[in-house]
């Protein structure tokens, strides 16, 4: 068999799993991605996040991830809900509405690669879903997925921006798939939009000024200077999607693990407010929200209160 009926099954498989659409790149190094990121790390655009600075070579070069890797296999998974929050109350990104996406996604590629060995023969890889040091955007670009925005999402025509990327780096060589245009065009609905003033310029965001970094990922307390514009925000932000023209083709996915409790959907701002830390563990038991814990959560709350 060669490598182009190879391709073709590992694409047919991916859409039985239940990924939103596949694609395939030559592993190397991102020469046009390193002065880029060497640029926003220079700058502190990552602010408290310290590993963004490590693995630098690792984060532009999946050779260096997984050896004699010849092949990375990006992936989407759609997790654009049907139903949304109480628009009256505190607001929760929409990517953490249900299960984890790291458990679901890698369960996926774990069968993935496992049917890539049974199909193909002795094949070696690793599965990737946000947590290894690897620019996910940049690969799925790089493989034909959509184009990198200007508030430094991953586009597409077809469905928008609300999915997940992961990758399966293979030591396997694959038919190779190529980039696809930007279509942004002069459309700034994202930067106009940001209530943080988060991207800078376009395709550069300030993740130090980010309502996501502030709300998950920053460990002090959120900065007095953004007081009254967070928008409601109490974990994560949507508005530079939520905006994005290409999201009015953003279809519910069909997946039931990202369905979210009913609470969650249906709660005030006094609820959430009045919160226990023995109801969120039970709201968010399996949910990307746990990583803020419960403190974090409150502290976002009263932030916005004030």
Same mark, same amino acid.
């Given at each position: 068999m060669n490598t182009a009926q190879w391709t073709q099954q590992i694409k047919t498989e991916a859409k039985r799993l239940g990924f939103l659409s596949c694609g395939i790149s030559k592993a190397g190094f991102l020469e046009t991605e390193a002065?880029?990121?060497?640029k926003w790390l220079n700058q502190n655009m990552h602010g408290e996040m310290g590993y963004m600075e490590n693995h630098f070579d690792k984060r532009l070069d999946p050779t260096k =991830?997984?050896?004699?890797?010849?092949?990375? +296999?990006? =992936?989407l998974l759609n997790y654009?809900?049907?139903?949304?929050?109480?628009?009256?109350?505190?607001?929760?990104?929409?990517?953490a509405y249900g299960t984890d996406y790291h458990f679901v996604i890698k369960d996926k590629l774990k069968q993935l690669l496992q049917f890539i060995?049974?199909? +193909?023969?002795?094949? $070696?890889?690793?599965?990737f879903v946000d947590s290894a040091p690897i620019l996910d955007k940049a690969w799925a670009a790089k493989s034909g997925l959509g184009w990198i925005g200007k508030n430094s999402n991953l586009l597409t025509q077809q469905v928008?921006?609300?999915?997940?990327?992961?990758?399966?780096?293979?030591?396997?060589?694959?038919?190779? *798939?190529?980039?696809?245009?930007? $279509?942004?065009?002069?459309?700034?609905?994202?930067?106009?939009?940001?209530?943080?003033?988060?991207?800078?310029?376009?395709?550069?965001? *300030?993740?130090?000024?980010?309502?996501?970094?502030?709300?998950?990922? =920053?460990?002090?307390? +959120?900065?007095?200077e953004f007081q009254g514009k967070m928008d409601d925000w109490m974990f994560g932000c949507d508005v530079c999607q939520d905006v994005c023209p290409w999201n009015r083709?953003?279809?519910? $996915?069909?997946?039931? =693990?990202f369905n979210p409790n009913r609470d969650l959907l249906n709660y005030s701002k006094k609820d959430w407010e009045e919160i226990t830390e023995e109801v969120f563990r039970e709201i968010f038991k399996k949910s990307a929200v746990k990583?803020?814990?419960?403190?974090?959560?409150?502290?976002?709350?009263?932030?916005?209160k004030e």
């Open positions: 002065p880029r990121l060497e =991830l997984v050896e004699d890797s010849k092949s990375v +296999i990006s =992936l654009y809900p049907s139903e949304k929050q109480n628009p009256k109350s505190y607001k929760i990104s929409k990517y060995q049974e199909e +193909i023969g002795e094949v $070696h890889g690793r599965a928008g921006s609300f999915y997940f990327i992961a990758e399966l780096i293979v030591d396997l060589e694959l038919e190779y *798939d190529t980039r696809v245009t930007d $279509h942004c065009g002069t459309c700034t609905a994202c930067i106009d939009a940001c209530p943080t003033q988060a991207i800078v310029e376009p395709y550069v965001v *300030d993740g130090s000024k980010c309502i996501s970094y502030f709300t998950i990922e =920053l460990k002090n307390e +959120i900065p007095s083709f953003s279809k519910p $996915h069909q997946e039931p =693990l990583r803020t814990k419960w403190e974090g959560l409150k502290r976002n709350i009263e932030f916005l």
